[in-house]
């Protein structure tokens, strides 16, 4: 049985509403290490084969914990300070799977002063762990405008 976070409350049972609830969780803890420069926080929420894909803003796919660490430490290091709001999830949970989606506005200040202003999309592939829900794969859009990288 596949359950949606857009379903009724009725159509959902308690376990599947706990489920999107610490997925939609993992999202905020995502922006929040990402934004606090907590690289090990931030790594530590994929699965070990993880996959950060921004092929869409011209950034290679990202593989594999040593890989992921590298990317965000670079990342990290080229920002003064960032700041990402995440909105409208649609979450999809199946067994110990699911899939969703998430809007993003990220503001920065790199590190020569310029502002940076972002939308985007996230689409998420999560797996759920013996460490709890993880992201297999976070796939990042733009929308609207050419995103800066990073």
Request: glycine share 12%; with cysteine.
């Amino acid at each position: 049985m596949t359950v949606s976070s857009t379903g009724t409350a009725a159509s959902r049972s308690t376990a599947a509403d706990s489920d999107i609830e610490l997925i939609r969780r993992l999202t905020h803890e995502y922006v929040s290490a990402l934004d606090g420069g907590r690289l090990d926080d931030l790594v530590a929420l994929f699965t070990e084969d993880g996959v950060w894909d921004g092929t869409d803003w011209g950034i290679p796919v990202i593989q594999g914990s040593a890989a992921l660490r590298g990317f965000f430490e670079s990342t990290m290091s080229s920002n003064r300070g960032t700041c990402h709001l995440v909105l409208n999830h649609i979450i999809d949970v199946e067994g110990d799977a699911a899939e969703g989606t998430a809007y993003f506005h990220a503001f920065g200040r790199r590190l020569d002063g310029s502002l940076q202003d972002s939308l985007g999309l996230y689409s998420d592939v999560f797996a759920r762990t013996a460490r709890g829900w993880k992201f297999a794969r976070r796939s990042v859009s733009g929308l609207l405008a050419e995103p800066a990288a990073g």
